[in-house]
């Protein structure tokens, strides 16, 4: 797959330089600029680092692992893999390893020091709960008492980057502007019941363009998305 440009890659050389500098980067940048896809990549080129990339959900996990692989003619599981809850897809080759905080949480029981990682991006951070404000917590306490050298990077869409500023002295911001899509709304006949929700997206399929779902919460996209998957 060739790669579009995106907003964010006039400021990814920027990006890179504040990470090395600084040891905390807030990354504030709108829908659209590719914060999630292009910054962690550019983290690793040029060396050999490797990075923990948390995602607030498994299937977005997946989802954006992938999405890197074939953008960058990688091998899902090799360059860049996946480890969520009862499924694991990286290899000792995995430079980007992207997960939920609930599996990074573990992983810290028994790597407190996260031996081997350069650092930790927490994307979509705006999306907070309780287990990802615990993860910064201690990866801030690891960075203060273990790991100097441990890089935090917190990467958000809408959050007030104030109180992160706070929280991680001395971090560099970023904002970066995002892009808009023309979006056309076509109605499908309403249904009855959400399983007639998988019909109905293979009817849209069939026509051009991206499809947008909205669902009430994170527990009707989990189960919208195994099924898609299946």
């Not at 797959?1 to 500098?21: G, H, N, Y």
């Not at 899902?76 to 000792?92: A, D, H, M, P, T």
């Not at 960075?143 to 441990?150: C, V």
Request: proline fraction near 6%.
């Amino acid at each position: 797959m060739s790669k579009q440009t995106l907003p964010i890659d006039s400021f990814l050389s920027e990006f890179v330089r504040a990470s090395q500098a600084h040891s905390s980067v807030i990354l504030m940048a709108e829908p659209g600029a590719g914060k999630t896809t292009r910054a962690p990549v550019a983290l690793i080129e040029g060396n050999h680092s490797k990075w923990i990339v948390l995602q607030p959900r498994r299937w977005a996990a997946k989802l954006t692992a992938a999405r890197i692989a074939d953008e960058n003619g990688w091998i899902l599981g090799q360059e860049v893999g996946y480890q969520i809850r009862f499924e694991n897809k990286v290899s000792k080759n995995s430079r980007l390893i992207f997960m939920t905080e609930g599996v990074l949480l573990r992983k810290l029981s028994t790597d407190p020091e996260l031996s081997g990682f350069a650092g930790v991006i927490l994307d979509e951070f705006h999306e907070r709960s309780l287990d990802l404000d615990l993860t910064l917590a201690l990866l801030k306490e690891i960075q203060d008492s273990f790991r100097p050298e441990l890089k935090i990077i917190v990467m958000s869409a809408t959050l007030d980057p104030a109180p992160l500023e706070r929280f991680l002295p001395g971090s560099k911001t970023f904002s970066i502007p995002g892009r808009t899509f023309p979006v056309e709304k076509r109605y499908l006949p309403q249904t009855g019941r959400d399983l007639d929700l998988i019909p109905s997206l293979k009817q849209a399929l069939e026509s051009d363009g991206d499809i947008l779902i909205f669902l009430p919460g994170s527990f009707e996209i989990e189960r919208a998305c195994d099924q898609i998957f299946q």
